[in-house]
């Protein structure tokens, strides 16, 4: 599975930017995606996780309510709606994918990232 991500750019705080990652191959039932960030001289850090089956998702706790992971089955297709931003959610945006149900650091198919840059 090869992942690709859009949709970056720079945005004013308490702008809008939505994220898309597709895959080259399918993503089955049992995979999990999700966007994971990182911010120069951080580590790489969780964003959002949905399972593509049943359609769960997990947020970090910095962007619930205002960070929303959705998908399109039929595109094999990851977004990241993002609203409200803050200056501190600069930071290279990745698309990950799992065949063991939970995206996480550790999985094995990432895209190449797409930098989001919020201004105060």
């Known amino acids: 599975v090869q992942l690709v991500e859009s949709g970056g750019g720079l945005v004013q705080a308490g702008g809008s930017l939505r994220l898309s990652c597709v895959a080259s191959?399918?993503?089955?039932?049992?995979?999990?995606v999700g966007w994971f960030r990182q911010a120069p001289g951080k580590d790489r850090e969780f964003v959002a996780i949905?399972?593509?089956?049943?359609?769960?998702?997990r947020y970090a706790d910095s962007v619930k309510g205002r960070f929303t992971i959705s998908r399109d089955i039929a595109k094999d297709t990851v977004y990241l709606q993002m609203n409200s931003l803050k200056v501190e959610d600069t930071a290279v945006y990745y698309c990950?994918?799992?065949?063991?149900?939970?995206?996480?650091?550790?999985?094995?198919?990432w895209g190449q990232g797409t930098q989001v840059t919020v201004s105060s």
């Open positions: 191959g399918r993503f089955f039932n049992n995979y999990g």
């Open positions: 949905l399972a593509w089956g049943a359609g769960t998702t």
């Open positions: 990950a994918a799992d065949w063991r149900t939970t995206a996480s650091l550790r999985s094995p198919y």
